[in-house]
């Protein structure tokens, strides 16, 4: 992977810092982003210079973005689960009073 990740940063290829930054999150937010940058360029055997440390920081905030929208969504999941509707016919029928709702909304002249 370290051959991988170093390779791609040498030919700047798009999508490289968003890899790294999904890959690395962590680390990324225990040092920021100009430790990691340090870190990352020793981990590499790589010069820092090659490593963009701006395309670094926005890839570290969609990551982090990306985090939060996932776990709001999985906090919502089980409020999202729909309730089950017992639908019974026989009881709807079975009152002789009952008139469909559908009835409500005729008006006799």
């Given at each position: 992977m370290k051959e991988?990740?170093?390779q791609k940063l040498l030919?700047?290829?798009a999508g490289i810092y968003s890899l790294i930054a999904h890959h690395y999150s962590d680390q990324i937010n225990e040092?920021?982003?100009?430790?990691?940058?340090?870190?990352?360029?020793?981990?590499?055997?790589?010069?820092?210079?090659k490593i963009n440390v701006t395309s670094l920081y926005s890839a570290a905030r969609r990551e982090q973005k990306k985090g939060k929208d996932k776990s709001k969504t999985e906090e919502l999941q089980?409020?999202?689960?729909?309730?089950?509707?017992?639908?019974?016919?026989a009881?709807?029928?079975?009152?002789?009073?009952?008139m469909p709702?559908?009835?409500d909304n005729i008006t006799e002249m």
């Open positions: 991988f990740l170093k030919e700047n290829k040092m920021g982003c100009s430790l990691f940058r340090d870190w990352l360029s020793q981990e590499l055997e790589l010069d820092k210079s089980p409020g999202l689960q729909p309730k089950q509707k017992s639908v019974n016919p009881s709807t029928f079975s009152d002789p009073g009952a709702s559908s009835v």
